[in-house]
C-alpha cells in the first residue's frame, strides 16, 4: 500500500471516529435531559463524558483523555450513582418544573450556550477560526502539561488547589456536625427516658 | 511498531490466557483453602481436581439465568458483560516480555505499548465500577443495592491510596509507561527496595480494590448475603465471579511489573516464564491472606483506609519526590 493511500484511510478512519464520538456526544446529551429516571439520565452522563474523551483523543491529548475518564467519567460520576441509589432512583417521581427562579435561570443558561454555539459557528464560516499549527513531538504529553501547570497557569493552578481544599473542609464540617446533632439526639432521648 | 496483525494475535493469545489463569486461580484458591482448612478440596473431576474449573463452567453455562421481575433487565444484562470487558482489557497494556525478533518481524512483549498505559490501568479500573453498581442497582433488591453502595464507597476510598502508593515508583523511574519502567529495573535494583513503603500501601489498598478477604465487605455473605450480584445466577454470575479474579491477576500482574522487575528475573532470561511464577507468588499471598484473616468491620475499613493507609501513602509519595529532586 503506498503512503497515500495509507494516510487516506487513516483520514476515513479519523472521520468516522469523529462522526460516532459526536453523535454519541449529542444522543447521550439528549437522553440526560430527556430520561425520567435520574439513574439512566447518569448513565447518559457518563457516555457523554467518555465520548468528549474520545474527541480529546482525536486532537492528540491521551493524557487529557486518560484523565477526563479517570476523573470525570470515573470518579465524579460514581458519587452521582451513589447518591441516586441511595435516594432511591427508581421510586422516585422525576423532577417536573420548579421554582420560576429556576425556569428562569435554565433558560438564560440555555440563551447563553445557544449564543456561544452561534458565535462559533459563524467564527468558523467566517474562516477565523483557521488556524494552523504543527504539533511536536511532547504535545499533550503528562510532562508537558505538568509544566505548563507549574509555569504559565501557576495561579489558576493554585486558585483550583485552594477551592477543592475549601470543599473538603466544607465536607468535614457538614460531616461532623451532623455527628454532634446526633449526639444531641441521643442524650435528649436518655433524658426523655429518665424523666 | 508491529503489524496490526501481530496486535491481533497478541490480543487474542492474552485473553485467552488470562481465562485460563482465572479458570486455575478458582481450582489453585479451592485446593490452598482445603490445604489451609486441613480438607482435601476438589479431588473427584480429573487427577487433582484439575478438571474442576471445566466442570464448574459447564454447570454454570447450564444453569437457567434467573432475572427478577422488577428488575431493569437491559442494564441487568449489560452489567456483568461491562465488568468482564474492562477488566480483561487493562491487561493489554502489562508488559509481559522484553520482545522478539521473530522471523522479520520485531514482536514487542505487550499488546498495546502507550506512553500512558499506568493512567490508562486506573481508568478501566475506574470504569469496572460501573458493573458492580448498575448491576447491584438494577437488581432493585434491598441486598444488592446495599452491596452495590458498599462496593462503591470501598472502591472509591481505596482507589486514591492505591494511586497515591504507585506515585511512588512513577517519580522514581520518572515514566508512566509499563515497559519503560520495567526496562530500568533491568539496570538497577528492583522497585520494591526504595519504594517498600509503596509496595505495602499497593498490596494493601489492591486487596480493597479487589474485593479481597480481609476487605470482602462488597460481599459479606453473613450481612448482606451475597452483595451486588445477589439476584445473578448462572454464567451471569460467572462473568461477576470471572471480572472479580481478572482484577486481582491484573493488580497482581501490575504489583510485579512496577515492584519486582516484571519479566527480569536473577539468573536464566527466561522472559515471560518469570513473569509467571513471580504473578503466581502474588496471587498465592493473596489466597493465602483469604484463609487467615477475618473480615473487617466496615468502619473499620474505612477509618483504615482514610486515616492510616491515605496519609502514609501520601507521605511516602512526598518524601520519594523530595529524595529524587535533591539527588538530581
Not at chain 2, 480429573?46 to 478438571?51: A, I, N, R, V
Not at chain 2, 472509591?156 to 519503560?180: D, H
Request: one cysteine or more; glycine letters at 10%; charged letters at 10%.
Amino acid at each position: 500500500m503506498s503512503l497515500l493511500a495509507v494516510t487516506a484511510v487513516g483520514n476515513v478512519l479519523v472521520w468516522a471516529v469523529w462522526v460516532l464520538a459526536v453523535a454519541t456526544c449529542i444522543g447521550t446529551g439528549l437522553l440526560v435531559v430527556t430520561r425520567t429516571n435520574p439513574f439512566h439520565s447518569a448513565l447518559a452522563l457518563i457516555g457523554n463524558l467518555g465520548s468528549l474523551a474520545v474527541l480529546y483523543l482525536l486532537l492528540s491529548s491521551e493524557f487529557v483523555a486518560a484523565a477526563q475518564v479517570l476523573v470525570y467519567a470515573g470518579a465524579v460520576m460514581v458519587m452521582f450513582l451513589f447518591v441516586i441509589a441511595y435516594l432511591g432512583g427508581k421510586a422516585d417521581a422525576p423532577w417536573i418544573g420548579g421554582r420560576t427562579w429556576h425556569q428562569a435561570a435554565s433558560a438564560v443558561a440555555g440563551l447563553a450556550i445557544l449564543v456561544n454555539v452561534l458565535v462559533a459557528i459563524g467564527m468558523a464560516a467566517g474562516g477565523s477560526l483557521k488556524h494552523e499549527a504543527q504539533l511536536d513531538q511532547v504535545f499533550g504529553s503528562p510532562s508537558e502539561i505538568g509544566r505548563l501547570f507549574l509555569t504559565d497557569h501557576l495561579l489558576a493552578f493554585e486558585v483550583t488547589s485552594i477551592v477543592l481544599l475549601i470543599a473538603a473542609v466544607g465536607g468535614v464540617v457538614l460531616g461532623s456536625h451532623a455527628r454532634r446533632s446526633e449526639a444531641e439526639d441521643a442524650a435528649a432521648l436518655a433524658a426523655g427516658e429518665q424523666v | 511498531m508491529d503489524p496490526w496483525w501481530i496486535d491481533a494475535i497478541k490480543g487474542f493469545l492474552i485473553i485467552n490466557i488470562v481465562l485460563v489463569c482465572f479458570a486455575y486461580t478458582t481450582w489453585l484458591e479451592r485446593k490452598l483453602l482445603s490445604r489451609m482448612q486441613g480438607r482435601f478440596g476438589p479431588n473427584r473431576a480429573g487427577p487433582f481436581g484439575l478438571l474442576q474449573p471445566i466442570a464448574d463452567l459447564v454447570k454454570l453455562v447450564r444453569k437457567e439465568a434467573f432475572m427478577p421481575m422488577s428488575a431493569s433487565a437491559k442494564l441487568y444484562i449489560a452489567a456483568p458483560i461491562l465488568s468482564t470487558f474492562t477488566a480483561l482489557l487493562a491487561f493489554a497494556v502489562i508488559p509481559f516480555g522484553a520482545g522478539w525478533h521473530i522471523w522479520k518481524w520485531d514482536v514487542s512483549g505487550v499488546v498495546v505499548d502507550a506512553p500512558i498505559s499506568l493512567v490508562l490501568i486506573f481508568a478501566l479500573g475506574s470504569l469496572g465500577v460501573y458493573g458492580f453498581i448498575i448491576g447491584g442497582w438494577a437488581s432493585d433488591s434491598k441486598y444488592s443495592t446495599l452491596g452495590a453502595m458498599r462496593t462503591c464507597a470501598q472502591l472509591v476510598s481505596y482507589e486514591v491510596s492505591l494511586a497515591l502508593a504507585v506515585l511512588g515508583v512513577v517519580i522514581q523511574a520518572g515514566t508512566l509507561n509499563l515497559s519503560e519502567i520495567v526496562h530500568q529495573q533491568g539496570t538497577q535494583f528492583w522497585f520494591f527496595g526504595p519504594q517498600f513503603v509503596g509496595l505495602v500501601v499497593f498490596f494493601l489498598a489492591g486487596t480493597a480494590e479487589t474485593s479481597r478477604p480481609p476487605f470482602d465487605l462488597p460481599e459479606g455473605d453473613t450481612e448482606i448475603v451475597a452483595g451486588y450480584h445477589t439476584e445473578y445466577s448462572g454464567m451471569r454470575w460467572g462473568l461477576f465471579q470471572m471480572s472479580e479474579y481478572v482484577h486481582m491477576i491484573t493488580l497482581s500482574a501490575l504489583g510485579v511489573t512496577l515492584f519486582f522487575g516484571g519479566w527480569h528475573g536473577p539468573w536464566a532470561p527466561l522472559g515471560p516464564l518469570w513473569f509467571f511464577l513471580k504473578l503466581l507468588v502474588v496471587v498465592f499471598l493473596f489466597i493465602w491472606m483469604r484463609a487467615s484473616l477475618p473480615r473487617l468491620r466496615y468502619d473499620q475499613l474505612m477509618r483504615f483506609g482514610w486515616k492510616i493507609l491515605l496519609p502514609v501513602a501520601t507521605l511516602n509519595a512526598f518524601i520519594t519526590a523530595l529524595v529524587v529532586v535533591a539527588v538530581n
